[in-house]
Structure formats: C-alpha cells, structure tokens
Nanobody, 124 residues
Framework: VQLQASGGGLVQAGDSLRLSCAAS????????MGWFRQIAGKEREFVAA????????AHAAFAKDRFLISKDNAKNTWYLQITNLKSEDTAVYYC??????????????????WGQGTQVTVSS
C-alpha cells in the first residue's frame, strides 16, 4: 500500500475534519500530492493539490473557503483540513500522488498513486 487515507467519518454539519494521507514506498517521492472526492453517482472531482516543495497549492473553486491542503515532509503525510462541513461535502475522499514533473493539478489522469478512499458523511 503506497497511500493510506484516513480521518473520515460521520459528522454533523458545521463540524471540522482533518483527513490524512500517509505515503510509503515510491509514493514518498511524489512530485505532487492531491485530494479528490467522489460524490455518489458523480465523477471523481479535484479538491486540492500542492507540489513537493510545498508551494503552488491549488484548490478547486468550491474548496477555496473551507478546505486547506498541507503536508508534513518528515512524516511523508499530507492533509486536508475541512471546516464548516456541509451535507454536500458527503463523499469518498481520495488522496493521490503524481510522479510526473509537470501536471495539470486537477487532472485525475495525472496521478499515479491513489489511496483507498475515506468516507466522509455529513448529517444535517
């Protein structure tokens, strides 16, 4: 297992969560780290990503106010902090890593490594 996502669960609207993605093996050398989510019945969508150096973080338009991606190089782990959760945030959240030097951050096909997904369910 090269990426292990965790931190999801059943929460109430307005709560906060921090998702974690622990990398191992070759995934620890990923050039880019990202988060995607898949709402039931919909395509997987980009949430946020950043590069290995920690700069160049990008967030999807819907995620700019309440989502924040960060990383801890020493732990080979990246995070997605979500605040003020809403029912529409209910989804399976996937972390992803890309070994490529130059990518379109929001392109799901640009990522080589995927975590197993962690379910976030927000009750209103």
């Amino acid at each position: 297992v090269q990426l292990q996502a965790s931190g999801g669960g059943l929460v109430q609207a307005g709560d906060s969560l921090r998702l974690s993605c622990a990398a191992s093996g070759r995934a620890t050398s990923a050039e880019y780290m990202g988060w995607f989510r898949q709402i039931a019945g919909k395509e997987r969508e980009f949430v946020a990503a950043l590069d290995r150096a920690g700069g160049g973080a990008a967030h999807a338009a819907f995620a700019k106010d309440r989502f924040l991606i960060s990383k801890d190089n020493a732990k080979n782990t990246w995070y997605l902090q979500i605040t003020n959760l809403k029912s529409e945030d209910t989804a399976v959240y996937y972390c992803a890593g890309s070994s490529h030097k130059w990518i379109e951050l929001s392109d799901v096909k640009a990522y080589d490594y995927w975590g197993q997904g962690t379910q976030v369910t927000v009750s209103s």
